[in-house]
């Protein structure tokens, strides 16, 4: 029983053309996170909600946005996309525990 | 700058011999350090914890254990089974951060192989 779920699992844009990224959660937990992970690099934290608080990290490009419309639901929205954005994104959630529980992950690659 | 370094990109062990991961950190502010295990095409799963108030947990054949002075955590497991095979990743938090919540810093993994 998948607790955070992300869709699409596979995700192909074309060079420019905006994206929306989803990700859910049965948890109820109050903090959600999107985190980058290109090949063979450690998953990096872009930005993260507390609540309705966006948190956004200082080195996370302008071309990427986020959107938290309710406590299930979080969206990651890269509006130009580049080649260099190709990479596996992954929504996590947690609630103060220290633990956070990861999606499945989806992978986006651009053309 | 990496703040969570795993230099060991990959390991390979016989099954039923033990397997240790190694992770080194630089930021004294971490207190809180998790083990990641990864499978291709998912996301990270939890496997282990530790407070900086330990220096050891352990959890069935998986223990972590942490060295505040030199920085440094292990994870052990033992014995290493062929479904061990994944990649390991070490994480670390700064609990009470101002923002209050707990953002992980990841290291960039260890591919473990567990030979039969």
């Known amino acids: 029983d998948a607790m955070v779920i992300q869709n699409p699992r596979y995700q192909v844009t074309q060079f420019g053309k905006p994206v929306t990224l989803s990700c859910s959660q049965t948890l109820n937990h109050n903090v959600m996170y999107w985190y980058q992970q290109k090949s063979s690099q450690a998953p990096k934290l872009l930005f993260h909600y507390y609540d309705k608080d966006f948190n956004n990290e200082a080195d996370t490009p302008d071309n990427f946005q986020s959107r938290r419309p309710n406590t299930s639901f979080c969206f990651l929205d890269i509006r130009s996309p580049g080649l260099g954005d190709a990479a596996m994104y992954l929504c996590?959630?947690?609630?103060?525990?220290?633990?956070?529980?990861f999606g499945q992950g989806t992978r986006l690659t651009v053309v | 700058d990496q703040q969570v370094k795993q230099n060991s990109p990959s390991l390979s062990v016989q099954e039923g011999r033990i397997s240790i991961l190694n992770c080194d950190y630089t930021n004294s502010m971490f207190d809180y350090f998790l083990w990641y295990k990864k499978y291709p095409a998912e996301g990270p799963t939890f496997l282990i914890s530790i407070s900086s108030i330990k220096d050891k947990n352990e959890d069935g054949r998986f223990t972590v254990f942490l060295n505040k002075s030199a920085k440094h955590l292990s994870l052990h497991i033992v014995p290493s089974q062929p479904g061990d095979s994944a990649v390991y990743f070490c994480a670390a938090s700064e609990g009470n951060s101002g923002a209050g919540s707990y953002q992980l810093t990841f290291g960039k993994g260890t591919k473990l192989s567990v030979i039969p």
């Open positions: 996590a959630t947690s609630r103060g525990l220290k633990r956070a529980f």
